[in-house]
C-alpha cells in the first residue's frame, strides 16, 4: 500500500479544516488516514493544552467523515509538537496510505507502527528501556516490510516520563529512578534514541553509564517526544521499499549545528531529489512536503567558536532560543515557514546539531 501525504497549515487554535477539506475534496478518504505529525502554537511544556486541542480537533474530523469507530481513530498515532518560536507556522503532516500505483522499480514511502512493552519508570533512562525501543523499532520495521536498516529514514516516538506518581510507584516496589521527574523528558527521549540506534544498527548497545552521558553516541533518524499520556513506547516509522507505490520518498541527514543548513540540503538530495551544488529555495520548487529536524542548545555552549548565552537565560528557556534559530534557517532552506523543528534532542544527532528528514514528491 502507497503512501500519500499532504502539509496542512493549522489556522487557529482547533483548526482542522484543511484535513477536511483534503477528505471532501476526494483526494484521499476519511479511513485511509494512518498518521498525522504536527507544530502547535502553545509553550511546548507539560501543561501544553494547543496538542489536546489539536489531536481532538482532527480526530473529529475523521470520526465525521469515515467509518471507523470512536476507539479505532483513538488508536491513530498523532505525534503533536508544541511551541511555534520564532516565525514556525502551527501545521500538521497527514500520512494516508491508499492503493496509488507507482513504478515497480523504484523505492517509495512506506510507514509501520508498534506499540512496546510496559515502560517502568525505574526503566526510564537505564537499558532496560533501551532493549524494549529496539525490539519495538524492528516490530515497526516489520510493519512496514522494511528488511534493511539502511532503508528506514524516521522514526518518530512518544514515550512516557516520570511524575510524582510513578516515582513513588517505583518506592513502593523497591525500586529507585535514574534521574529527577523535571529531567525525564530529556532522559526519556534520549534513552529511546539510543534504542532507535540500536535496532537500526547505528550504534552498539550502550552501557548504562553511555545512556544521556555519552553524548557523542546516537542516531541519525530519530525524533522522540514523551509525555504523561501512555506506558509504552509508541513509534511510528518510515522509509523507502522497492515498489511501494505513490509518489512520494524520505530521506535523512544530519545538521551538524545550528548554522548547517547544507544538512537539511543533504537530506533532500538523500529523498531523491537533485540540487545543484549551493542550493536555494527557489530550487526545489514545489516538491518537498517537509523537513523534520530536532535541534537543542549546545551544552558546550558554543557555536562555531562563538560565546552562547542561551543556557544562561533565566527568562526564556534554551529550548525556546534554539527551536526559534533552527527553524529560521530551516524556513530559509526550504522556503516555507511550516517546518517541523522539536527540541530535546539528546542522542539525536551531534551535540548542538540534529536529524534532518525530507519527504519529498518524486512527480511520477
Not at 132 to 158: E, G, S
Request: hydrophobic fraction near 40%.
Amino acid at each position: 500500500m502507497a503512501i500519500d501525504v499532504k502539509k496542512i497549515e493549522i489556522k487557529s487554535v482547533s483548526d482542522a479544516s484543511g484535513l477536511d477539506e483534503w477528505i471532501t475534496s476526494g483526494d484521499v478518504q476519511a479511513d485511509e488516514i494512518v498518521a498525522v505529525i504536527g507544530k502547535t502554537e502553545g509553550n511546548g511544556g507539560v501543561n501544553d493544552f494547543t496538542r489536546i486541542l489539536s489531536d481532538q480537533a482532527f480526530r473529529k474530523v475523521l470520526l465525521n467523515h469515515g467509518s471507523r469507530s470512536e476507539v479505532d481513530i483513538k488508536e491513530i498515532p498523532m505525534v503533536w509538537s508544541g511551541g511555534c518560536d520564532g516565525i514556525i507556522t502551527p501545521h500538521a503532516v497527514a500520512f494516508a496510505r491508499n492503493d496509488q500505483v507507482g513504478p515497480d522499480d523504484k523505492d517509495r514511502l512506506v510507514m509501520g507502527t508498534a506499540m512496546s512493552q510496559e515502560l517502568l519508570p525505574e526503566d526510564i533512562g537505564r537499558p532496560a528501556m533501551v532493549e524494549k525501543v529496539a525490539l519495538a523499532v524492528r516490530d515497526a520495521m516489520a510493519d512496514a516490510n522494511i528488511k534493511d536498516p539502511k532503508d528506514v529514514h524516521y522514526v518518530q516516538t512518544k514515550t512516557p516520563l516520570l511524575t510524582v506518581e510513578t516515582v513513588q510507584d517505583a518506592h513502593s516496589r523497591d525500586q529507585t529512578v535514574a534521574c529527577e521527574v523535571h529531567d525525564s523528558m530529556g532522559v526519556s527521549n534520549g534513552t529511546t534514541a539510543l534504542g532507535i540506534g540500536v535496532a537500526l544498527e547505528e550504534i552498539e548497545m550502550p552501557s548504562a553509564g553511555d545512556i544521556c552521558r555519552n553524548l557523542d553516541i546516537f542516531s541519525s533518524v530519530s525524533s522522540c517526544s514523551s509525555g504523561v499520556e501512555l506506558d509504552r513506547a509508541q513509534i511510528v516509522l518510515f522509509g523507502n521499499r522497492r515498489g511501494a507505490g505513490g509518489r512520494y520518498r524520505i530521506g535523512h541527514a544530519v545538521m551538524e549545528d545550528a548554522l548547517h543548513i547544507d544538512g537539511i540540503y543533504d537530506a533532500i538530495r538523500n529523498a531523491g531529489l537533485e540540487l545543484p551544488s549551493r542550493p536555494r529555495s527557489e530550487d526545489l520548487g514545489d516538491k518537498v512536503v517537509n523537513c523534520f529536524l530536532k535541534c537543542e542548545a549546545d551544552p558546550r555552549a558554543r557555536l562555531r567558536g562563538r560565546r552562547q548565552i542561551m543556557l544562561d537565560d533565566s527568562d526564556v528557556h534554551h529550548h525556546r532560543h534554539s527551536k526559534a534559530a533552527v527553524g529560521g534557517v530551516a524556513a530559509v532552506a526550504i522556503g516555507d515557514a511550516a517546518v517541523f523543528v522539536s527540541v530535546d534532542a539528546m542522542h539525536q544527532g551531534p551535540q548542538g546539531g540534529g536529524p534532518v528528514i525530507a519527504i519529498v514528491d518524486m512527480g511520477e
